[in-house]
């Protein structure tokens, strides 16, 4: 199992953070252009249970994921975990927290595991590179995003 981590710093409300990582539509903002996002639910909303049916293209190689919401608690805590998708195991909880200064953390924890066991594991690199350019991206925008706001 291998845990991913990345955290910043906006200037914004708590509540806004946490508003703003409810709504699936943001995804298609916070997703890199070298991949595609396709939501097949648009009618989704992150409660808990629920699942978010996405379709993703990166490397001319579509994915499918189903994600369940496991835990919602407002405004500090989004987890969701993968039931379908490239990884062994996808576990995310998105983390917010009020600085008290008119600025949140935004701290993004994904416990993953690759496929194909032993064979998989010399992915390893190139995953967390991977994910490293994914979240570093979707905290530019979201903290674009909401600071301008």
Known sequence: MFIYEKSSIIK????DLFAFHLSPKNLKYITPPDTK??????????KEGELLRIKTVKYYLPTRWIVK????????????IALKSPFAYWEHHH??????????????????????????????LFVFKELASMF?????????MLEKK
């Open 12 to 15: 914004c409300d708590v509540q």
């Open 37 to 46: 996002v396709t939501l097949e639910n648009e009618n989704f909303e992150a």
């Open 69 to 80: 919401i496991a835990k919602v608690q407002q405004p500090n805590l989004l987890v969701d």
């Open 95 to 124: 983390i917010f927290t009020n600085l008290g200064d008119g600025t949140c953390e935004l701290r993004d924890r994904v416990k993953y595991d690759i496929p194909l066991g032993f064979i998989g594991r010399f992915f390893s």
């Open 136 to 144: 570093t991206f979707r905290h530019k925008v979201t903290k674009a």
